[in-house]
């Protein structure tokens, strides 16, 4: 099982970008793929990208397309989420999440291991 730990959150205005770490530890990770999700208060835990255990793919939740972008670093066991021009409705709490099933995947209870989550909280 793989290990996960983020960081980078905080408070930004409009406009802003963060970027978003999750370390990984444990078992081997490119055996791994990848995903951020977010939760924002009362509401479900939303998809928002996910990265293939290699790096070469990628796949966008449909509220975030081409505002955010994901990769990682295998060789420092690591993923990244650049959050860009950011809004008010992107507050939420951001997870990182791990599956070592080979398809790509969206749904929570796909994701074997979760980080404990960083908060994004964007000021108008």
């Known amino acids: 099982q793989v290990q996960l730990v983020e960081s980078g959150g905080g408070l930004v205005q409009t406009g802003a970008s963060l970027r978003l770490s999750c370390s990984a530890s444990?078992?081997?990770?490119?055996?791994?793929?990848v995903a951020w999700f977010r939760q924002a208060p009362g509401k479900e835990r939303e998809f928002v990208l996910g990265?293939?255990?290699?790096?070469?793919?990628?796949f966008y939740g449909d509220s975030v397309l081409g505002q955010f972008t994901i990769s990682r670093d295998n060789s420092k066991k690591m993923v990244y989420l650049q959050l860009n021009s950011l809004k008010p409705e992107d507050t939420a709490v951001y997870y990182c999440?791990?599956?070592?099933?080979?398809?790509?995947?969206?749904?929570?209870?796909?994701?074997?291991?979760w980080g404990q989550g960083t908060q994004v909280t964007v000021s108008s």
């Open positions: 999440a791990a599956t070592d099933r080979k398809a790509m995947l969206t749904k929570p209870s796909q994701y074997d291991a």
């Open positions: 444990g078992d081997t990770f490119s055996n791994y793929a």
């Open positions: 990265v293939s255990r290699t790096g070469g793919s990628t």
